[in-house]
């Protein structure tokens, strides 16, 4: 079945540092892929997503890139700021389904 | 204007209990989720409804049952509450099924006693 694996967390960063939350996963076809972010206490928001191979998502400085060739869809950031302290999901889609498919989350502490 | 709203925010119960949850979205959604996020953050989906109808039922106990008078509604009703029941219940609403974003409420955190 389809299947997500991130990168173990927690994450501790300064602010203005470089960012990267790895992200694989298992799918047959061409899943959409998606970063969701948990902020404390809330729901989960999109971050960004990819629906094909090659794509690019993007959002509040935040990237992914869908590479099929490596089953892969990492986020980073160039710099982050305190206000990215958050939990991170990376999920997917399969082709033809209709239910998300989640990682584990990573959680991400940026200190000022 | 909240878009995925959720009630209680909070509930705490003893085992063997009965309580509901209950979920609205204003955002005139076909689809609407519900998931459970554990302890560990590792969320799964449990149900999901399209217009009303049952669509996705994954492996959850029957002492969950969900229910969606109309398409802005999807209650979630579980009975004999148990200890591993105790997570942080999401619900969220997409255009329509497949490829469409989701937008979650804020959750529902449930602790059993």
């Known amino acids: 079945g389809n299947s997500v694996t991130q990168m173990e967390g927690p994450v501790t960063l300064s602010e203005e540092a470089f960012l990267t939350i790895n992200c694989t996963y298992t799918?047959?076809?061409?899943?959409?892929l998606f970063w969701y972010v948990q902020y404390p206490g809330e729901g989960l928001q999109l971050l960004l997503k990819a629906t094909k191979a090659d794509d690019k998502g993007s959002n509040k400085g935040f990237e992914a890139t869908y590479r099929k060739e490596t089953t892969s869809f990492h986020l980073e950031k160039g710099s982050v700021q305190v206000s990215d302290s958050a939990v991170y999901f990376c999920?997917?889609?399969?082709?033809?389904?209709?239910?998300?498919?989640f990682g584990q989350g990573t959680r991400l502490t940026i200190n000022p | 204007d909240t878009a995925v709203s959720q009630t209680p925010k909070y509930l705490v119960t003893q085992m063997g209990n009965d309580k509901s949850i209950k979920c609205e979205q204003n955002?005139?959604?076909?689809?609407m989720y519900w998931y459970k996020q554990d302890s560990k953050k590792f969320l799964k989906i449990m149900f999901s409804y399209n217009n009303k109808e049952l669509i996705i039922n994954e492996t959850v106990p029957n002492r969950f049952s969900p229910k969606s008078p109309d398409k802005a509604h999807l209650n979630l009703h579980i009975n004999s509450l148990e200890l591993g029941d105790s997570a942080v219940y999401f619900c969220?609403?997409?255009?329509?099924?497949?490829?469409?974003?989701?937008?979650f409420g804020p959750g529902t955190r449930l602790t059993v006693t």
């Open positions: 999920a997917l889609m399969g082709q033809g389904a209709q239910k998300l498919v």
């Open positions: 955002l005139g959604h076909d689809t």
């Open positions: 969220a609403s997409s255009q329509g099924t497949g490829r469409y974003e989701q937008y």
């Open positions: 799918a047959t076809g061409y899943p959409s």
